[in-house]
């Protein structure tokens, strides 16, 4: 009896040191799966911060991708399968038939980015120098004929290689807000959306992209030679020592530009003869185009709330790449940079067709001002985002 009774306690004796030893063994264990929780916890948040900001770098350089699955109208399309509907179309031209071994690329397209650009026949050679090096760049082209005169562009060697848009007497900002929906022209990178009357002897596209692209312009214009017929705002005039710039110092006449200066004209701003806009730029600025106001007037002026952030850092001017501005007066003009166009009527004195259109541009900036305003005043809802910058702005000058 006390030889079991012995072998009893040992029995739990051992048991016991077993369990504190378990015991022990499991506290020593406790710091590492501490760590590899650790460890395992910032993998996850990692992963999931890298494929939310991969989210967000898709949305903004393809914002159209998402309308196929997310933005289809409810009840219009439900007689169609949801895998058959393209909500997108684009300006590339298609051929009538290809060779079977190529008719699986049919829906690759090799332009990235577009020119667009009203033309008249008179300025014929001038618009043939900028389409060559445009498409020497593999962009697309697009020619709104304001005079209709479609037929004496074919014998240029890129003349079928453009789109064709005819329209008596209409404006570069009536074609584009028809034929550029940004629907249409979701495709394209960077938008060109060019005067007719601009010299390209100093000018690359492909080193322009190269700047914007790398500076992270969203909105931009190359830079005017100094010897330009015509320039309006010394901010679009070339600086011969910088690559770019966003902002310009006047001191001197009506508009005074400094550090304090915190929209157009002095930053934040490109003038209407050549602007250049991202896909996400132009989807605003489409949306920001009057319908019927079609002389564009004041467009520039609140373009820079297109240009998703901050206007004086999104919106440059690029000196490295410039052009000339030759001033030429096309519609209701000559097509001579000097010459005043005049009709004379029996029994009246000459009917000046540049100056009636001046009175029209004129009245076109009043009403847009308005419509602005009446808008912000409406809508209870929109903030000015300039406002918050300029805050930050002036707290970050007063901390220095």
Same mark, same amino acid.
């Given at each position: 009896m006390k030889t079991f009774k012995s072998w009893n306690a040992l029995v739990k004796k051992r048991n016991a040191l077993s369990e504190g030893g378990n015991c022990g063994l499991k506290m020593k264990q406790l710091p590492f799966m501490g760590v590899i929780c650790t460890v395992m916890l910032f993998i996850v948040y990692r992963t999931t911060n890298y494929q939310y900001h991969e989210t967000e770098m898709e949305t903004k350089l393809h914002p159209f991708e998402t309308v196929k699955d997310y933005q289809l109208p409810s009840g219009n399309l439900k007689s169609l399968p949801r895998g058959i509907m393209q909500a997108r179309s684009d300006l590339e031209l298609r051929p009538l038939w290809s060779r079977s071994s190529l008719r699986s690329k049919v829906n690759v397209t090799t332009n990235k980015n577009l020119l667009a650009m009203p033309v008249g026949i008179k300025q014929k050679e001038n618009v043939d120098d900028v389409v060559q090096k445009f498409l020497a760049a593999n962009f697309s082209i697009i020619l709104f004929h304001y005079d209709g005169n479609v037929d004496g562009w074919w014998d240029l060697d890129w003349g079928d290689k453009a789109i064709h848009i005819a329209a008596h007497n209409q404006t570069k900002w009536w074609f584009a807000k028809r034929f550029l929906h940004p629907d249409i022209v979701s495709? #394209? =990178? #960077?938008?060109?959306?060019?005067? +007719?009357d601009l010299g390209v002897e100093h000018f690359d596209p492909r080193g322009y992209l190269e700047i914007v692209k790398s500076e992270g312009l969203e909105i931009s214009q190359p830079a005017l030679d100094p010897n330009s017929t015509e320039i309006h705002h010394r901010i679009t005039i070339r600086s011969r *020592? $910088? @690559?770019?710039? %966003? %902002? /310009? #110092?006047?001191? %001197?006449g009506k508009t005074k530009c400094s550090n304090a200066s915190e929209g157009p004209p002095c930053t934040g701003f490109v003038e209407g003869m050549a602007p250049v806009l991202s896909r996400s730029a132009w989807y605003c600025a489409w949306h920001l185009i009057q319908n019927d106001l079609i002389h564009g007037w004041g467009?520039? *002026? $609140?373009?820079?709330?297109?240009?998703? &952030? =901050? %206007?004086? $850092? @999104?919106? &440059?001017? /690029?000196?490295? +790449? #410039?052009?000339?501005? @030759?001033?030429?007066?096309?519609l209701g003009g000559s097509g001579h940079p000097t010459t005043r166009t005049a009709i004379k009527r029996q029994g009246a004195s000459g009917f000046d067709l540049r100056a009636e259109i001046r009175r029209q541009s004129t009245w076109e900036l009043k009403v847009f001002k308005e419509r602005w305003n009446q808008a912000v005043e409406e809508d209870e809802n929109w903030v000015d985002p300039f406002l918050r910058y300029q805050r930050r702005r002036k707290q970050k000058r007063q901390h220095t």
């Open positions: 495709i #394209y =990178d #960077y938008i060109f959306l060019w005067d +007719e *020592m $910088k @690559k770019f710039h %966003r %902002r /310009v #110092y006047e001191l %001197r467009v520039d *002026m $609140k373009l820079g709330y297109c240009a998703q &952030g =901050d %206007r004086s $850092k @999104k919106v &440059g001017v /690029v000196d490295s +790449e #410039y052009i000339v501005h @030759k001033g030429i007066q096309s």
